[in-house]
């Protein structure tokens, strides 16, 4: 037996590709936002499912996502360039971000898409700006709802001193609110939310909309209320996750509940996806190079590590890996699966049980289509890898990897100037 993504083996396409090489299985992806869409629905409201690009943000995902009718989260003018460019509706794509630059308010607003803004200070710049360009926004508020969901404590983001959002109850946001009913450009559109990532219970965001819910029967107006995303996903077997069509049932129905339980009316429902789109369906193929035995270890090296996957080392991130071409064989070793960066810390699974493998065998690494090239690195120069998308028994590169040219484009030997 092979292992395979889609219908291709993993050893072909690292044959191919070479490695290190991510692999997005395109039809996965497209399954995934296909239940999102379809399941978050309701006969009183709109709905709208974003991907949160910074998961994983390049040309072709974003073609993707466009084509398969979700809109995009952006919190930079990179990513809001690139959501432009491949022709996602400005209407569909909400612009977050604590601390936007006058450059990238300047973009979002003459490209007309919705701001998520952050603070009072972000409300009183906005105001500035949009009556500098004469033109309208449509402004939600990210609130911080106190909610803590269960998961990694540096991933968490909704503590009271969180430097996300503004508290329900402050002035801040009262404040901002009047800016906002004063301006002749902003129109508050609605409300946001992002209680965290990789949550496997539901009970944090029935909590989240809950208050959201309440605070809106403050306002006459109909307006967004926009939940955030952080739905976990599967890495290794202690991770349960709920399929992202129960996901978005349940959120449709909980939101449904609420509103009436409330008295409240909204005009549309948005949630955030990033990592449960993507994850699961990126692989990463690794060469084993050297391999070492120490008094308490087994070393295998791999041609890449932290600059391909920061994870591991920002968050103690855990993974499940495979060596691709031995799948059927037995798991003999007690492995500790390492990079080949210049930092004891570069380590991608710390203790795994693996096939005996031999120098140029491949190695999978499963669910690392997430904030895995998004927060790949140059570090020690390292090469950024190729990604690859499959579909089927088809595949095709959407990133290049990396040439030694590439990584030195941009510096330059000037002589000193006075200024
Ligand atoms: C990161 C982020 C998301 C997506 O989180 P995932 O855990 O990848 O689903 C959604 N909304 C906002 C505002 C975020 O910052």
Redesign the pocket.
């Known amino acids: 037996m092979e292992l395979k993504i889609g219908n291709i083996p993993a050893t072909k396409l690292a044959q191919k590709y070479g490695t290190p090489l991510y692999v997005y299985d395109e039809a996965n992806m497209t399954n995934i936002m296909k239940d999102y869409r379809d399941n978050l629905k309701s006969n009183k409201y709109e709905t709208l499912v974003?991907f949160?690009s910074?998961?994983f943000a390049c040309m072709e995902m974003y073609k993707l996502i466009n084509k398969n009718g979700l809109g995009s989260?952006v919190?930079s003018g990179g990513e809001l360039y690139a959501a432009l460019k491949c022709g996602i509706d400005p209407k569909n794509i909400y612009f977050?971000g604590n601390n936007k630059t006058e450059d990238e308010i300047n973009l979002g607003i003459l490209s007309g898409v919705n701001f998520?803004a952050d603070s009072l200070d972000e409300a009183m710049m906005l105001d500035r700006i949009s009556t500098k360009l004469e033109k309208d926004i449509n402004v939600l508020f990210?609130l911080n709802v106190g909610v803590e969901a269960h998961t990694h404590k540096f991933?968490v983001?909704a503590h009271v001193d969180s430097k996300?959002g503004m508290l329900i109850d402050s002035n801040d946001l009262k404040e901002s609110i009047n800016i906002v009913n004063n301006s002749k450009y902003l129109h508050l559109a609605g409300f946001?939310s992002?209680i965290?990532?990789?949550?496997f219970e539901v009970d944090g965001f029935y909590a989240a909309i809950d208050k959201l819910v309440s605070y809106l029967k403050n306002f006459d107006k109909k307006l967004t209320l926009n939940i955030?995303?952080?739905?976990g996903v599967h890495y290794t077997d202690e991770d349960h996750p709920i399929a992202p069509k129960e996901i978005a049932k349940m959120i449709s129905k909980y939101v449904d509940s609420s509103l009436e339980k409330n008295n409240v009316e909204i005009s549309k429902l948005v949630i955030?996806?990033?990592?449960?789109i993507v994850a699961e369906s990126g692989y990463t193929l690794y060469t084993i190079g050297n391999i070492k035995q120490t008094p308490h270890k087994k070393y295998y090296f791999i041609d890449g590590g932290m600059a391909d996957n920061i994870r591991p080392a920002l968050y103690q991130a855990k993974y499940d890996a495979v060596v691709a071409n031995r799948i059927d064989d037995e798991k003999t070793e007690d492995i500790c699966l390492a990079g080949k960066c210049c930092e004891s810390g570069d380590i991608i699974i710390e203790n795994i049980k693996m096939a005996k493998a031999k120098r140029g065998d491949i190695v999978c690494v499963f669910t690392t289509g997430?904030?895995g090239y998004s927060m790949s690195s140059h570090y020690n120069k390292a090469l950024t890898p190729a990604v690859v998308f499959v579909n089927g028994d088809k595949a095709r590169t959407v990133i290049k990897r990396e040439t030694y040219e590439d990584l030195y484009r941009n510096d330059v030997s000037e002589d000193y100037e006075r200024i």
Not at 228 to 231: C, K, L
Not at 272 to 276: A, K, N, T, W, Y
């Open positions: 974003l949160a910074k998961a989260d919190v977050h998520v990210r991933i983001t996300f946001h992002h965290g990532s990789q949550i955030g995303g952080g739905f955030e996806p990033g990592r449960s997430a904030y």
